[in-house]
């Protein structure tokens, strides 16, 4: 998990239900479910965060304004720690790579960083495949996107056009809206989520592999140096 100070556990549950207005036994519901993960003290007391607490003011939003039902919170929520969990990886990761390079380690062995597109984002698939692929009608696909909940690509003469991360979207709102129950403003919030979260894990594994490639191409040159170049002379000394 990330370390800055909105992670770290100091509300015992009497002030943490004070603070979002709701019952302690509502928390502990909450917890649960899986919907918050309060961290313990050494005694075995929960102790929340300030994210913590955002989570439970997000909960409250869902449930209360936007009327979504539990099973809709329970998905949103986890895309939530989801998106907590790749931040933690990812300042992890940085750590580590800074640690590679303070001590002058070999880096590991990099993926290719070409720059090449994902192949399941690839737009591939005119609306009519696409719906067909899903189990829709056309014009539901066309209604989802005007809500932004999937975003399809265009060809050159401004067809749509579906990549399979499209359909992956397609049918994870399918499940929502008919096996879960969950209203639309629910999975507005869902697939808000899940866009942003496969923003953020693409974005943070391309800065990774960009700093990967920066101490490879740092350490390369420090290994090429000609001996005793850069080291001064006697002068210098």
């Known amino acids: 998990m990330p ?11 009497s002030v943490a239900a004070e ?7 509502t928390l502990r519901l909450y917890e649960r479910k899986g919907l918050i993960r309060p961290g313990r003290s ?10 913590d607490i955002e989570h439970l003011r997000e909960i409250r939003r869902l449930t209360q304004e936007l009327g979504v039902n539990l099973a809709g919170v329970e998905e949103v929520m986890r895309l939530q720690h989801e998106l907590d969990d790749i931040q933690g990886e ?35 698939y005119v609306i009519s ?6 189990d829709m009608h056309p014009q539901t696909l066309r209604l989802y996107e005007r809500k932004q909940l999937i975003r399809p690509g265009r060809s050159s003469g401004k067809t749509r056009l579906y990549s399979e991360r499209d359909i992956e979207h397609l049918r994870e709102i399918r499940r929502l809206t008919q096996e879960l129950g969950v209203n639309l403003a629910g999975v507005e919030e869902i697939m808000r989520l899940r866009h942003q979260l496969d923003s953020t894990r693409a974005g943070l594994e391309s800065n990774v592999r960009r700093i990967q490639d920066d101490i490879t191409e740092r350490m390369t040159k420090w290994r090429t140096l000609p001996e005793g170049d850069g080291a001064g002379t006697d002068d210098d000394r």
Do not use: C, N, W
Request: aromatic share 4%; hydrophobic share 35%.
């Open 19 to 25: 603070l979002v207005d709701m019952h302690p036994q």
């Open 3 to 13: 370390s800055d100070s909105r992670h770290r556990p100091v509300y015992v549950i």
């Open 90 to 124: 990812f300042e992890a990761e940085i750590e580590r790579i800074e640690d590679e390079l303070r001590a002058q380690a070999q880096p590991r062995e990099l993926p290719g960083a070409d720059g090449k597109v994902d192949a399941r984002d690839r737009p591939v």
């Open 42 to 51: 050494s005694g075995k007391t929960r102790l929340y965060s300030e994210r």
């Open 129 to 134: 495949i696409a719906a067909e692929l899903v």
